[in-house]
């Protein structure tokens, strides 16, 4: 039995043409997916199905062997922006999940400077968002995602907004992270290089169907020399070409 | 870029200058120089003449700040929470915007007698609703994805309140707050100007009927201080809010 599966799942905003039909997934423990597809094939909406912020129309999500009808306190969720609270500090951000359920300790502010450790911003964290630089507000994200350490992280295009290179550095970061963490994660993004680099899994969805998928055979951990290799751009060309359109 | 502000004063100067000069060919009846305003003030404040009225007309203009500020502030949130509720008040509120409020004074002087209510209650009225429609529009337009961030991380309705809508919507809010403070003394004087025998606005109307105008102007300028003050506060208050996150520059 999987660990997250998707089943038969339609869905449609206010009872308009469905904008999915029908789709499958199935992740076990640890794994990273990918899930791309241009703009607007729905691969945002299967996301928040599977993250329990939207409710399925027909068809069954189910998290470790119980249905998802709500958020899950288990699962993290990064979104496309930062999203982080510029009126608190970088610290009391990534806190913000622990104090919305109780009070803080100092173990939990030694554990937050430990993740903050990790992605290079231990000494930015009474700092507000906004004298950030974009990449280090997107770290600060996935740490606050990271802070409870969920069994699931959902991701919607987080690195959409930064330049390639910290893109790449911002990848390394959270592969290493989720090594660290046996996290298991469902990425979505529309950047087929990223999808290959990150995942175990690619997914390729088009028009609110899931038209393809395909294993990633790289070895872990991914190194940088690897975007270049063959097998990398063959995959990444095979993936180009099921998207449709010219492959350029 | 520095050396405005000497500039904006230099202009004051210039235009006291002006007026003390225009002043001199006319009768003190109806254009008193600023020379003989600033010493009826001087008076006034040594003496303790204008004490009581000062602090009559700012406890008017305070209490009224707290209670219409307060319950629109409140009033805003919920209807910036519930649909419903928003709903149902609409109308209301529009046709409630569209009514002179301060016309209402003399009814009000009627229902509330003479003393202080009836002016405290003006007060509010006035300030209650830019404070209302300042709240709603913030508390509604906080951003979605955080919204969905708060129902990830499984936070109740007031927690998504406190923790995101109100501190996100607070330069909103304290916009409306400013708007409020301005037009509660002018709430307050009007009040006094139709009942009451205390307060600035009735010394005002008193130093007509004593044909004295250099007392008049004299409370004039307390009315603006007390203005400039109240606003001031606000500002403060508002910068230090948003200074401490905004980028370093």
Same mark, same amino acid.
């Given at each position: 039995?999987?660990?997250?599966?998707?089943?038969?799942?339609?869905?449609?905003?206010?009872?308009?043409?469905?904008?999915?039909?029908?789709?499958?997934?199935?992740?076990?423990?640890?794994?990273?997916?990918?899930?791309?597809?241009?703009?607007?094939?729905?691969?945002?909406?299967?996301?928040?199905?599977?993250?329990?912020?939207?409710?399925?129309?027909?068809?069954?999500?189910?998290?470790?062997?119980?249905?998802?009808?709500?958020?899950?306190?288990?699962? #993290?969720?990064?979104?496309?922006?930062?999203?982080?609270?510029?009126?608190?500090?970088? =610290?009391?951000?990534?806190?913000?999940?622990?104090?919305?359920?109780?009070?803080?300790?100092?173990?939990?502010?030694?554990?937050?400077?430990?993740?903050?450790?990790?992605? #290079?911003?231990?000494?930015?964290?009474?700092?507000?968002?906004?004298?950030?630089? #974009?990449?280090?507000?997107?770290?600060?994200?996935?740490?606050?995602?990271?802070?409870?350490?969920?069994?699931?992280?959902? =991701?919607?295009?987080?690195?959409?907004?930064?330049?390639?290179?910290?893109?790449?550095?911002?990848?390394?970061?959270?592969?290493? =992270?989720?090594?660290?963490?046996?996290?298991?994660?469902?990425?979505?993004?529309?950047?087929?290089?990223?999808?290959?680099?990150?995942?175990? =899994?690619?997914?390729?969805?088009?028009? #609110?169907?899931?038209?393809?998928?395909? /294993?990633?055979?790289?070895?872990?951990?991914?190194?940088?020399?690897?975007?270049?290799?063959?097998?990398?751009?063959?995959?990444?060309?095979?993936?180009?070409?099921?998207?449709?359109? /010219?492959?350029? | 870029?520095?050396?405005?502000?000497?500039?904006?004063?230099?202009?004051?100067?210039?235009?006291?200058?002006?007026?003390?000069?225009?002043?001199?060919?006319?009768?003190?009846?109806?254009?008193?120089?600023?020379?003989?305003?600033?010493?009826?003030?001087?008076?006034?404040?040594?003496?303790?003449?204008?004490?009581?009225?000062?602090?009559?007309?700012?406890?008017?203009?305070?209490?009224?700040?707290?209670?219409?500020?307060?319950?629109?502030?409140?009033?805003?949130?919920?209807?910036?929470?519930?649909?419903?509720?928003?709903?149902?008040?609409?109308?209301?509120?529009?046709?409630?915007?569209?009514?002179?409020?301060?016309?209402?004074?003399?009814?009000?002087?009627?229902?509330?007698?003479?003393?202080?209510?009836?002016?405290?209650?003006?007060?509010?009225?006035?300030?209650?609703?830019?404070?209302?429609?300042?709240?709603?529009?913030?508390?509604?337009?906080?951003?979605?994805?955080?919204?969905?961030?708060?129902?990830?991380?499984?936070?109740?309705?007031?927690?998504?309140?406190?923790?995101?809508?109100?501190?996100?919507?607070?330069?909103?809010?304290?916009?409306?707050?400013?708007?409020?403070?301005?037009?509660?003394?002018?709430?307050?004087?009007?009040?006094?100007?139709?009942?009451?025998?205390?307060?600035?606005?009735?010394?005002?109307?008193?130093?007509?009927?004593?044909?004295?105008?250099?007392?008049?102007?004299?409370?004039?300028?307390?009315?603006?201080?007390?203005?400039?003050?109240?606003?001031?506060?606000?500002?403060?208050?508002?910068?230090?809010?948003?200074?401490?996150?905004?980028?370093?520059?």
């Amino acid at each position: 039995m999987s660990f997250l599966t998707i089943e038969d799942v339609t869905y449609s905003y206010r009872g308009k043409n469905p904008v999915l039909h029908n789709v499958n997934w199935g992740m076990n423990k640890g794994e990273f997916h990918c899930l791309i597809g241009k703009s607007g094939c729905g691969k945002t909406t299967l996301l928040k199905l599977a993250a329990g912020l939207l409710q399925t129309d027909k068809g069954r999500i189910h998290l470790e062997g119980s249905e998802v009808v709500k958020p899950s306190p288990d699962c #993290g969720f990064v979104f496309q922006s930062p999203t982080l609270l510029e009126w608190k500090t970088v =610290m009391d951000n990534v806190l913000l999940p622990i104090s919305l359920k109780r009070k803080l300790t100092e173990e939990d502010r030694t554990q937050a400077l430990e993740l903050l450790e990790l992605v #290079g911003l231990a000494s930015f964290s009474d700092r507000y968002p906004l004298q950030l630089s #974009g990449g280090q507000q997107s770290r600060a994200a996935i740490v606050r995602a990271l802070v409870q350490r969920p069994s699931l992280l959902f =991701m919607d295009e987080p690195f959409a907004a930064l330049d390639a290179i910290t893109r790449d550095e911002l990848q390394d970061d959270l592969l290493r =992270m989720c090594r660290r963490y046996n996290m298991t994660v469902l990425f979505i993004t529309h950047d087929i290089s990223e999808a290959v680099y990150l995942a175990d =899994m690619v997914g390729v969805m088009s028009e #609110g169907e899931m038209v393809y998928q395909s /294993k990633v055979e790289l070895e872990q951990p991914r190194r940088m020399e690897m975007r270049y290799d063959s097998y990398f751009n063959e995959l990444c060309y095979t993936l180009r070409q099921v998207m449709g359109g /010219k492959p350029s | 870029m520095n050396k405005m502000p000497l500039f904006s004063f230099l202009l004051l100067i210039l235009l006291l200058g002006i007026w003390e000069m225009a002043a001199g060919t006319m009768s003190e009846l109806v254009l008193p120089a600023p020379s003989v305003i600033g010493s009826a003030l001087w008076e006034g404040m040594v003496s303790g003449y204008f004490t009581p009225h000062i602090i009559r007309t700012a406890s008017e203009v305070l209490l009224g700040l707290l209670f219409g500020g307060g319950l629109g502030f409140f009033i805003g949130i919920l209807m910036g929470e519930v649909t419903f509720l928003r709903k149902l008040l609409s109308p209301y509120i529009i046709a409630s915007q569209a009514v002179p409020k301060l016309a209402l004074a003399p009814l009000f002087i009627l229902w509330f007698g003479f003393g202080m209510t009836s002016k405290v209650v003006i007060t509010a009225l006035v300030c209650f609703f830019p404070l209302l429609e300042n709240t709603i529009t913030a508390i509604r337009s906080s951003d979605k994805q955080k919204q969905e961030l708060f129902r990830m991380l499984g936070a109740s309705r007031l927690q998504t309140l406190v923790h995101l809508k109100i501190p996100a919507g607070l330069p909103g809010i304290l916009a409306g707050l400013r708007v409020s403070v301005v037009l509660a003394v002018v709430g307050a004087v009007v009040g006094e100007f139709i009942g009451g025998s205390q307060g600035l606005g009735a010394l005002i109307i008193a130093s007509q009927g004593m044909m004295d105008t250099p007392l008049m102007f004299a409370t004039i300028i307390l009315l603006t201080g007390m203005g400039i003050i109240l606003y001031l506060v606000i500002s403060l208050f508002e910068k230090r809010w948003t200074k401490a996150y905004k980028k370093e520059n």
